[in-house]
């Protein structure tokens, strides 16, 4: 009777032992799958943020168009109203007052490029880098954090009881480049 008395401890033991290894090892596993989710949340948020940036400056971009449209047919047409009747050197000698205008501008524009250059657009351009930036930090930060809990769940001790407890590895997250390489093998 004491060697069986033995043999049901020991098995007492060996039960705990797994119970305890298994609570350890689902408290690890949570622990992972939320830095996971919150690097995932985080990727949501900067992909938002970038198409909310390009949605806006498609509406900039468009409105700049109309309004340039729109200018460039009223100064036309003033053209056509202001413009004395004759040949072309007729009209070129009597310097009509809006060739003077954009001959001007278009002579400040020569002389400081850097004034057409450092206008919205640079900012909206810069705007649009740093977003890309932020989603590829984001993206790589969230596919670390994958490779870290799809490799948790491989490892010997941890890989028997993920399974049982309901973990499973999740996908990486691919851009574009990824998803198009990925068709074309």
């Known amino acids: 009777m004491p060697?069986?008395?033995?043999?049901?401890i020991l098995l007492v033991?060996?039960?705990i032992g797994v119970y305890l290894f298994s609570r350890q090892a689902n408290n690890?596993?949570?622990?992972?799958?939320?830095?996971?989710?919150?690097?995932?949340g985080l990727l949501e948020v900067e992909v938002k943020r970038r198409n909310d940036?390009?949605?806006?400056?498609?509406?900039?971009?468009?409105?700049?168009?109309?309004?340039?449209?729109?200018?460039?047919?009223?100064?036309v047409n003033k053209n056509a109203l202001t413009m004395p009747p004759g040949t072309n050197t007729v009209r070129l000698e009597k310097s009509n007052p809006l060739f003077e205008i954009l001959s001007e501008m278009d002579s400040i524009k020569e002389q400081y490029p850097l004034l057409k250059s450092k206008g919205p657009y640079i900012a909206l351009m810069e705007d649009m880098q740093a977003s890309g930036?932020?989603?590829?930090?984001?993206?790589?930060a969230y596919n670390?954090?994958?490779n870290e809990f799809n490799t948790l769940l491989?490892?010997?001790?941890?890989?028997?009881v993920a399974a049982p407890l309901g973990f499973h590895a999740h996908p990486f997250y691919?851009?574009?480049?990824e998803k198009l390489l990925r068709d074309e093998n």
């Open 3 to 8: 060697k069986r008395n033995r043999y049901v």
């Open 174 to 177: 691919e851009g574009a480049g």
């Open 53 to 75: 940036l390009l949605t806006r400056a498609r509406a900039a971009v468009k409105r700049y168009n109309d309004l340039e449209e729109k200018i460039f047919t009223n100064l």
């Open 13 to 15: 033991l060996v039960l």
């Open 133 to 140: 930036f932020r989603v590829t930090n984001a993206r790589l």
């Open 144 to 146: 670390v954090k994958v």
């Open 154 to 160: 491989n490892v010997f001790p941890f890989k028997l």
């Open 28 to 40: 690890i596993f949570v622990e992972e799958q939320h830095l996971l989710y919150m690097a995932s």
